[in-house]
């Protein structure tokens, strides 16, 4: 067990390693000329420096010595957290990251635990329903939300909730009343995946022998949901999570840019809008160690969870 | 066989031999009528044309796709013609989608958008199909050490969430239509090289395979005309799907200000540009928006459709 553990976090901090050098060699070497996109982005013309001008912007870039020494460095500074400097804002991208990170986490992190509970919820009301009719239509409803890209839905919930409704702020950081919106549009992929496996899972697990058991026992249709369909239907939806952790910090970006909320995805939109590298590859790099980080988690949670799972290694 | 052939798996699989039935105990079989897989496949594409949704479903993509093929077809108006007298005009019968803030058709330029949009799509799709797929061929195929490091490329690819892939990747080469398309090709592919590795992991240990080999085929033969045919409908289905994925994603990227300069529009370029007016015409984002739901939704229903009946 220790094994695996161990095993299990050495490979996540390859592929984190891994992910870096990719994010590294897109954003630094695919660029036929990365002086000018440099220069550029700081807002200083190429055209109107001299020679040595040029060395010095060279040097102090890190380019002067070649990619594998510029790669290292950059490498080493990320291991130490830092991040190099903005090139259009002029400050330590650390100090940015640090000053963005908690208002993405605060709108992830309710996003994520919205996302659960909306899933949980409409499967778990699609299959307590009786009337067939009705959980048909039901049904189709996650296959439709998860058709609809979140730039969209939340211009529609601004629509009817802040313009026409006038219950919550269209934008802002401020208190929680702006939270709710970007939070619910953000949740409403991931919640459309999760009931739709919910689903899957509870007409499944419905055909087992165990249920059948404890039917027999007298266990009323309720009971038997909650007590057996629903943990055994759950377990799975563990890793679900941990992989749509990605499609969430994805979705940040967008909605933090609907909503015009403060945040690590709109620090990205507008450092790629004004091709900002070294900003790009520290939201790169942060945004990759938390999906593999929870992932990770994910994976050593499953055994405790799980006892089949935990009792199969030991025995292997 | 000095030199290791490639497909090692499938010689170590034939010392098992599959039970095959004799003719003798084969003749009441016989008399089935024989039916192609190709027939079979052709029996439910016209069953499924009884399905009123797939239908609808059909018939939506296919004006998308004559929208992004012949704009001129299905418009009335000029999508570049202003006119101040006509600006912000709510939908109506003469302007199904209203006008914009420079008195231009809306639907017009909806139509007009879903070359670009559908343009980006197609060649993010065709990226990583042909990316993908031959990733997905040499490691499935080759095995051993290619495999390895192939699927461990793919993991890693897989941890960068794959919105921030494409921005890392249009940072680098910059905006426009195909650049979106390139970033979003590249955020599709490794899904692509998953799926072809685990069909052709799959095909590759059939019988018929093996009798291919057996026959004395070529490793390129039996790739070409056994596997890769046998192994193309789940990643023709998940072709479907991330078509509607990359119209989504590309959207997206250009609705964050990346995609086509203006006056050229996208439907993200629409939606974006309509939100300045989203307080006094809201249907200048939400709009261009429904579109883009309505062809995503068409989409998947048709790839829903289709794993139905490669099952």
Known sequence: MTRYILGRIAQAFLVLWGAYTVAYLILYLLPSDSLTILLTASGVEIDTLSKTDLAKARHYYGLEHGALDQYLRLLWGALHGDFGVSLTKGVSVSSLLAQRFPHTLALAASAVTLSILEGLGFAYLVAALRWVRIRQALQRLPALASSVPVFWSGLLAIQIFAFGLGWLPSSGNEGFAALVLPAWTLSLPSAAIYAQVLLRKFSDVWKEPYITTARAKGLSRAQTQWRHALRNAALPMLTLVGLQVGNTVSGAVLVETVFGRVGLGRLAQEAVLRQDVPVVLAVVAVSAAVFVLVNLLVDLLYPMLDPRIARAQRVG | ?311
């Open chain 2, 1 to 311: 066989m000095e030199p290791k052939p490639l497909s090692a798996p499938i010689w170590n699989s034939s010392l098992h031999p599959p039970a095959r039935p004799t003719s003798a105990a084969n003749a009441g079989v016989d008399d089935v009528e024989i039916r192609s897989v190709l027939l079979a496949r052709w029996a439910g594409a016209a069953r499924s044309l009884r399905r009123p949704g797939f239908v609808l479903a059909a018939c939506f993509i296919v004006f998308v796709l004559l929208a992004a093929a012949v704009p001129e077809w299905l418009r009335r108006y000029d999508p570049y013609a202003t006119s101040v007298s006509e600006k912000l005009l709510a939908p109506s019968f003469r302007h199904w989608f209203g006008t914009d803030q420079l008195g231009r058709d809306l639907y017009a330029r909806v139509i007009c958008g879903s070359t670009l949009s559908v343009e980006a799509a197609l060649a993010a799709v065709g990226i990583a199909l042909v990316g993908g797929v031959s990733l997905g061929v040499l490691s499935g195929f080759v095995g051993g050490k290619v495999d390895a490091l192939i699927m461990r490329g793919v993991d890693v690819l897989l941890a960068l969430p794959a919105l921030l892939l494409s921005l890392a990747i249009i940072t680098a080469i910059g905006f426009g239509t195909m650049p979106v398309a390139i970033a979003v090709g590249m955020g599709i592919l490794p899904g692509f090289a998953r799926t072809t590795r685990a069909e052709v992991l799959r095909v590759k240990t059939l019988p018929y395979v093996e009798a291919a080999r057996l026959g004395g085929a070529s490793a390129g033969r039996t790739l070409l005309t056994h596997v890769l045919p046998n192994s193309w409908g789940p990643v023709a289905v998940l072709a479907t799907l991330d078509f509607g994925v990359a119209i989504v994603a590309a959207a997206g990227l250009s609705f964050l200000g990346f995609g086509a300069a203006p006056p050229a529009a996208e439907w993200g370029t629409l939606i974006a540009s309509g939100r300045n007016f989203q307080m006094t015409a809201p249907w200048l984002s939400l709009l261009p928006g429904l579109f883009v739901v309505a062809t995503v939704f068409g989409l998947n229903h048709i790839a829903r459709t289709m794993e139905e009946l490669w099952r």
